[in-house]
């Protein structure tokens, strides 16, 4: 796939180690929690850099606005030449859509062993979701606060050998919206700017190739499920607050609808997650279905044994 993919395994929150000091509760996103034994306010890079030292998952590259970067182009090269290059290789992210998301996900598609453009897209989106979370999520337990994820300050680029990358162009807190507060500001705040980030491209992606709402949907909670899995085995110390944070952001509309939390065989109440989507990678040859799957239970329910794949 174009990412990290972390749903490929049972889907776990595990239980913060003996002895580990206890996280910091939510607070507003504008005060921070005091993380890897410091209290300070780091900027916005700064923070961003600490959350990508935690692994590859994490990074999201931030700075001016990024010039052409030399990347091969979108589809099929006419050229099989190694020297040809995108002089648009990096764009923002509102520019994903129409002919050049159908390109990418195609592209995507093929990568990952077809033609099936819907397919590809569900896995571009998954990934992308993936970073916006692991970004979002982790600001927000290593220091109580939140990025700007708005789709016009990100910047994409999909290179010919890795995965998706993303670059946030002058990085700087999300600001609270007018109104009431919420009761809950510390994941509205993520909630709403992986939102910001994501929703212009769900909409787009149901124009074309037809990829439902529900999948969307199920990717985004998925992502969100595996985010919060990694970051706990990074950082047990901070396990309790991952699990609270990630099952309040799960209570929230409309990830509520996406799926439910399963119980884990010793009680624990986050044991686990199903969604009721497919993100349609069991159609890629070989491919077979992830941990938090719909058609998992369903195979269960109609086949004996269980252990056969869908086709």
Known sequence: MTGTDPRRRRLRFPRRSAGAPPPAGPTRPGRTVPHAGTSDDPDPGTLLDRVAALGPHFTLHHGPTPQPEPFPPVGPAPDPAPEAT??????????????????TAADIGRRVGTTDTRVGASTLHLGLAARLWSSALGCAVLAGRVPDLAPDRLWWCLPADGPLRLRLVGPRYASDPPGPADPDPLAA??????????????????????????????????ALVGTARVLRATVPEYADL????????????????AGRVLPGPDGDPAGGYLRRSCCLYYRVPGGGTCGDCVLNTRARRTRPGGDREPT
């Open 86 to 103: 995108d002089p648009a290789g990096s764009r923002p992210l509102v520019e994903l859509r129409g002919p050049l998301l159908l390109a």
């Open 242 to 257: 991952i699990t609270s944070l990630t099952l309040r952001l799960l209570a929230r509309s409309p990830l509520d609808a």
């Open 189 to 222: 705040a993520v909630h709403r700017t992986v939102r910001s980030a994501l929703d212009p491209l769900a909409g787009e992606l149901r124009v074309e190739p037809g990829l439902s709402p529900r999948i969307v949907l199920g990717n985004t909670a998925s």
